[in-house]
């Protein structure tokens, strides 16, 4: 958790961005989470009234504080959206709660961030093709259970064939990885990947979930992901916006390395490569 405070002020101490650079956000109404999440299981998130079970598939003790940490996480989401619209790119410094589904959290997701934001632009017609990109080690199935029957909003994840969630959904664009890839195999993957689903889904908005446990030092992933190739892996995704014109907001998803360091120098490298391709 420490890492949430330490990139924006890791991003200060850098001069990669700014002071201004930074917005609030707000606690998002129940009304808009209801776009992509079941009403009962919002209402007994909210109210605090969670079945023990769902409790301990989360993973965490319920709290007020807890639960409103969600609905800023998601309000930061949305608000990154608007906020790409205007510079091509925009960030969530937390979120990419990827693992909450349609009618449940697991794995510390309570709500799903991207999802939520997701719906809220297809409902306001803000966007009438969205494409989420998840390359997080783990599958987003959270994500891919929302969307699972909609046309309009597309998911795409590349994740580790052998770890959590062990049951997997079914994404639109689900390419699971051996333990071990290295850089060249999963750039090389993940380059023809990108060109095929941009075509198929012909977005108008991308959401991208930038978890950095790919990174082999990670304890949780598999992968065998350099601090390099994960940095490549950012731009090849923002090259690709840039250059077919279409906006993407940011969530930071997943880094448990043993190095605190390790993570947030990872997470500050997706920002240095958002800002050279945008040229902000």
């Known amino acids: 958790m420490l890492k949430y405070e330490l990139i924006p002020a890791q991003l200060l101490h850098e001069g990669v961005v700014q002071k201004e650079s930074f917005f609030e956000p707000g606690l998002v109404d129940r009304e808009t989470v209801y776009l992509a999440h079941d009403k009962t299981y919002v209402d007994d998130l909210l109210d605090l009234q969670l079945d023990p079970k769902m409790v301990r598939r989360i993973g965490f003790p319920?709290?007020?504080?807890?639960?409103?940490?969600?609905?800023?996480?998601?309000?930061?989401?949305?608000?990154?959206?608007?906020?790409?619209?205007?510079?091509?790119?925009?960030?969530?410094?937390?979120?990419?709660?990827?693992?909450?589904?349609?009618?449940?959290?697991?794995g510390f997701c309570?709500?799903?961030?991207?999802?939520?934001?997701?719906?809220?632009?297809?409902?306001?017609?803000?966007?009438?093709?969205?494409?989420?990109?998840?390359?997080?080690?783990?599958?987003?199935?959270?994500?891919?259970?929302?969307?699972?029957?909609?046309?309009?909003i597309i998911t795409f994840s590349i994740h580790g064939e052998k770890n959590f969630p062990f049951k997997k959904e079914k994404s639109h664009f689900d390419l699971?990885?051996?333990?071990?890839?290295?850089?060249?195999?999963?750039?090389?993957?993940?380059?023809?990947?990108?060109?095929?689903?941009?075509?198929?889904?012909?977005?108008?908005?991308?959401?991208?979930?930038?978890?950095?446990?790919?990174?082999a030092t990670d304890k949780l992933g598999k992968f065998n992901l350099s601090p390099f190739g994960c940095k490549q892996r950012d731009i090849m995704v923002f090259q690709c916006c840039k250059e077919r014109g279409i906006p993407v907001e940011v969530s930071m998803g997943g880094g448990y390395s043993p190095q605190i360091k390790d993570i947030v120098n990872a997470h500050v490298n997706t920002y240095r490569s958002a800002i050279d391709v945008f040229d902000l």
């Not at 961030?113 to 599958?139: N, P």
């Not at 023809?192 to 075509?199: H, N, S």
């Open 176 to 215: 699971a990885l051996t333990d071990g890839i290295d850089d060249m195999a999963y750039l090389d993957i993940l380059v023809k990947a990108l060109e095929k689903v941009m075509d198929f889904a012909e977005p108008e908005f991308v959401f991208y979930q930038a978890g950095v446990d790919v990174l």
């Open 62 to 106: 319920m709290s007020k504080s807890l639960v409103d940490r969600e609905l800023y996480l998601i309000d930061g989401t949305i608000k990154a959206c608007k906020e790409a619209f205007k510079y091509g790119v925009a960030f969530n410094t937390a979120g990419g709660t990827h693992h909450a589904g349609r009618d449940f959290g697991e």
């Open 110 to 152: 309570l709500l799903n961030d991207q999802a939520v934001a997701a719906a809220y632009l297809y409902e306001h017609k803000l966007a009438k093709k969205i494409l989420i990109i998840d390359l997080d080690v783990h599958q987003g199935n959270g994500t891919a259970h929302i969307f699972e029957d909609h046309p309009d």
